[in-house]
């Protein structure tokens, strides 16, 4: 299993503002992931996020608004820059054994005002 | 791409009743698949899993999920519920190193 930590747990931020948020994970894996779950919906992937290279985006989400970091095996962040109501939301980080299963933060229950 | 299909928004059963919720994903190849739960105010577990093998898969609870291959298909099912089943339920697929989720249903079980 994978324990993973997510800092900060909730924040309610200003429009127009960013907020980075941190994933730390026990042990060392080679893919994380960050999803957003907005209020009523699924778990939508943002994107992925190996280390040594720039993270994959899927469709609907850009680098420019969600930056991401992932400066070694056991760490990540998300950024929501420029943030509007619309990106309130739960934005969860997860690691993927390939062939196990998802393990998920207890996530970042984001409020913009 | 892969999707994944959830028939079921929202359930409400009577305790002791017989429960299965419906998944169905699209993606041609290799599949894992996965059902997930979150109880009210907590995160996100697993409830089970398939990746190869015997199709019926038992899980944690009670709970257990066929494959069927040539439905695309990994309904969730329960034979008696209870009242602390109550959660949102998620179906999932891993296809090309990603996990896909399904727009989930919500359970509710009346005592």
């Known amino acids: 299993s994978a324990v993973i930590s997510q800092k900060p747990s909730r924040d309610i931020c200003q429009r127009g503002t960013s907020l980075t948020i941190q994933c730390q994970v026990d042990?060392?894996?080679?893919?994380m992931f960050w999803y957003r779950q907005q209020p009523g919906q699924s778990l939508t992937l943002i994107a992925t996020?190996?280390?040594?290279?720039?993270?994959?985006?899927e469709s609907g989400f850009v680098i420019d608004k969600f930056p991401i970091s992932r400066p070694n095996l056991t760490f990540s962040t998300l950024t929501v820059s420029n943030m509007s109501p619309e990106d309130s939301s739960i934005y969860l980080c997860?690691?993927?054994?390939?062939?196990?299963?998802?393990?998920f933060g207890q996530g970042t229950r984001l409020t913009v005002v | 791409a892969q999707s994944v299909s959830q028939h079921n928004h929202h359930v409400i059963l009577s305790e002791a009743a017989s429960l299965e919720l419906g998944c169905n994903y699209s993606?041609?190849?290799?599949?894992?698949l996965f059902w997930y739960v979150q109880y009210p105010g907590q995160h996100l577990q697993l409830l089970l899993k398939?990746?190869?093998?015997?199709?019926l898969v038992k899980g944690i609870k009670g709970f257990e999920a066929e494959f069927i291959k040539s439905k695309f298909s990994f309904n969730l099912r329960k034979p008696s519920v209870q009242w602390s089943d109550t959660a949102e339920y998620f179906c999932?697929?891993?296809?090309?190193?990603?996990?896909?989720f399904g727009k989930g249903t919500r359970l509710h079980i009346l005592p």
């Open positions: 996020a190996n280390q040594g290279s720039e993270a994959t985006y």
């Open positions: 997860s690691v993927d054994r390939v062939a196990t299963e998802a393990f």
């Open positions: 042990s060392q894996v080679t893919m």
């Open positions: 398939y990746f190869s093998g015997d199709p």
């Open positions: 999932a697929v891993n296809a090309n190193d990603k996990i896909i």
């Open positions: 993606y041609g190849g290799t599949v894992n």
